[in-house]
């Protein structure tokens, strides 16, 4: 064999272990579709997820994953459904990940994988400009407001509303509240304080939490490789300043629990 057919040998075989290698290893991620990280989300609860006037995805768990995907060598690929339809998707397997924003509890990890807690903030309460309601404790004997089928409706009701009001979306919420139709909207502060800015609403947050949650990506329990691969490229992100960069660049600060949730593997 010539020294040319030696070399072209060699590399064949290298590209074939290496090929294989990659195969290998995106199968390892339990991914619907090779080479692809499909992901759902909302698109519709800024800054976390939002549509841009150009129809694009953006936001935080956007951005993020976007760059999880790179490090992963995969393509990334939203799936935009309504908050009250992904816990459902992602244990009828239809997407990869479930990227909205999710608070960790205990109920949830009887069903699904979480990720490593990526974000700490809490439930807040958002009241018109000049409300009487000044703390949390105010909303007793009042009609409010909060999102349909998250934990914000359970977190109020030990406060004594007379009625808690569940929407489909974060911004139907913002306006009925603006409208006079309820007094308070029991949200995340992070996604509060960037819709008071962004559009300029008369609304504020008022001191004080209704709880303080961190909060991680879901995947299905058949599925801890690809939890384990995200949790890596997540941790490599925060070390070397990319996390905190694209959170100082969306809201301004870097939510980053102090003591995050582990993943339960």
Request: net charge positive; hydrophobic share 45%.
């Amino acid at each position: 064999m010539t020294r040319r057919s030696v070399i072209g040998a060699v590399a064949a075989m290298t590209v074939a272990v290496f090929g294989a290698g990659t195969a290998q290893a995106q199968g390892a991620l339990e991914l619907n579709k090779p080479g692809v990280l499909s992901v759902a989300t909302e698109a519709a609860f800024p800054p976390f997820s939002l549509l841009t006037p150009q129809g694009q995805v953006d936001g935080i768990e956007i951005r993020l994953f976007k760059e999880i995907s790179k490090r992963l060598g995969l393509t990334y690929e939203p799936v935009i459904l309504k908050w009250e339809s992904t816990l459902v998707g992602l244990l009828a397997g239809q997407f990869d990940v479930m990227g909205t924003t999710m608070d960790v509890t205990e109920a949830r990890q009887k069903q699904i994988l979480y990720s490593d807690g990526w974000i700490e903030s809490g439930a807040v309460v958002l009241v018109r400009q000049g409300s009487d309601i000044k703390k949390p404790a105010d909303i007793k004997g009042k009609v409010i407001g909060a999102l349909a089928a998250s934990t914000y409706i359970s977190a109020s009701e030990p406060l004594g509303p007379t009625e808690i009001k569940a929407y489909k979306s974060e911004p139907e919420a913002y306006q009925d509240l603006i409208n006079r139709n309820i007094e308070g909207v029991v949200t995340d502060q992070v996604a509060a304080a960037y819709a008071i800015k962004t559009a300029k609403l008369p609304l504020e947050i008022t001191p004080g939490y209704v709880t303080q949650v961190q909060k991680g990506w879901g995947f299905q329990k058949a599925r801890p490789n690809l939890a384990k691969a995200v949790n890596k490229a997540l941790a490599d992100m925060q070390a070397d300043g990319t996390y905190a960069k694209i959170m100082t660049d969306m809201i301004g600060i870097v939510p980053k629990p102090e003591k995050p949730f582990r993943s339960n593997f």
